[in-house]
């Protein structure tokens, strides 16, 4: 028999467990991009794939709360405007993400919705970066946050595509059973 | 699990959306005209060179502290206090529709086509 998780700290607890990941793997992609780093300062966003996998089996808002945490990270580490700026970016890349989750039914696989929220978490950076700097920056970077968002989703789609079945089968999910 | 194949023909339809929108942005924005450069903060432009006519090189540091390099069709950020350093990742810019940009001090660097204004060329 398996035990029901009626805790209130149950969704907290799995957001501070999930977000301490997220910051890991932003921590191991800081890593790499200092030994092969990639111009006009763009990132892989690996953090995504937790915020992707939490969004997915969690719900929205732990998600969110992922995104504030990263946000905090990157605040913390590279000033506030950085912080703005990864926060737009998660949030709306959480909003889209779940709205793709609830209407995609079976016609979208990981990688599409990846793909998607992908382009619009660079599109909400590029809007924070345009409204904190005063000029429009959309034109410059359109190819840049298309191409990067293309590449870099369909990374974190596929390998939550592969790796979904099995941190399914975790003990920690069982709310939805 | 409802998702389970590793890509369907929609992600695919997507993705190839998106670099379609992105390979044309790209041919849009491309240009190899001589290119004007503004340096704007927090939206004002407080300097614009002209770089095809530049004969001599010259840096030029604006009161935030940013140290910008000029010279003939070219622009760079050489040095910033910022903690990301990304405006100087940006490299070097020398065409129109080229842009650095440093976020933490509220400046962009950008290049527009000097025989238009910058928007002639993007109408559609």
Redesign the interface.
């Known amino acids: 028999m398996k035990k029901k998780r009626t805790s209130k700290a149950y969704f907290p607890a799995l957001t501070g467990i999930f977000g301490a990941l997220a910051l890991a793997l932003s921590f191991i992609e800081r890593l790499i991009l200092s030994a092969f780093?990639?111009?006009?300062?763009i990132k892989p966003g690996f953090s995504n794939i937790i915020v992707m996998f939490v969004c997915s089996a969690l719900g929205p808002l732990p998600a969110i709360g992922i995104a504030v945490i990263k946000a905090a990270f990157a605040a913390l580490?590279?000033?506030v405007?950085?912080g703005i700026?990864s926060l737009t970016g998660g949030v709306l890349s959480v909003l889209t993400m779940s709205l793709m989750l609830k209407i995609?039914?079976?016609?979208?696989?990981?990688?599409?919705i990846s793909?998607?929220s992908a382009?619009m978490h660079n599109l909400g950076q590029t809007l924070a970066?345009s409204l904190?700097?005063?000029?429009s920056?959309f034109?410059?970077?359109?190819?840049v946050l298309?191409?990067t968002?293309?590449v870099f989703g369909?990374v974190t789609?596929?390998t939550l595509?592969?790796t979904?079945?099995y941190l399914?089968k975790l003990n920690i999910f069982d709310h939805k059973k | 699990?409802?998702?389970?194949?590793?890509?369907?023909r929609?992600?695919l339809l997507?993705?190839i959306a998106?670099?379609i929108?992105?390979?044309i942005?790209?041919i849009i924005?491309n240009s190899n005209e001589p290119a004007i450069a503004d340096i704007?903060i927090?939206?004002?432009t407080v300097h614009s060179a002209d770089l095809s006519s530049v004969k001599e090189d010259y840096t030029l540091t604006l009161d935030n502290g940013i140290t910008v390099e000029i010279s003939e069709g070219k622009i760079k950020i050489i040095s910033s206090d910022?903690?990301?350093k990304?405006?100087i990742?940006?490299?070097e810019l020398s065409s129109p529709?080229?842009?650095a940009?440093c976020?933490?001090n509220?400046?962009?660097i950008?290049l527009r086509g000097a025989e238009k204004a910058p928007m002639d060329a993007?109408t559609y």
């Open positions: 780093p990639l111009p006009m300062g580490l590279s000033g405007s950085a700026i995609s039914k079976k016609r979208l696989s990981y990688t599409g793909v998607i382009v970066a904190l700097t005063g000029s920056l034109l410059g970077y359109m190819p298309l191409l968002g293309a369909t789609g596929i595509n592969i979904m079945p399914m | 699990m409802k998702l389970k194949k590793t890509i369907t929609t992600d997507i993705l998106v670099l929108t992105a390979g942005m790209l924005t704007i927090k939206g004002e910022c903690n990301g990304d405006c990742k940006c490299g529709g080229d842009m940009v976020v933490p509220f400046t962009v950008k993007i």
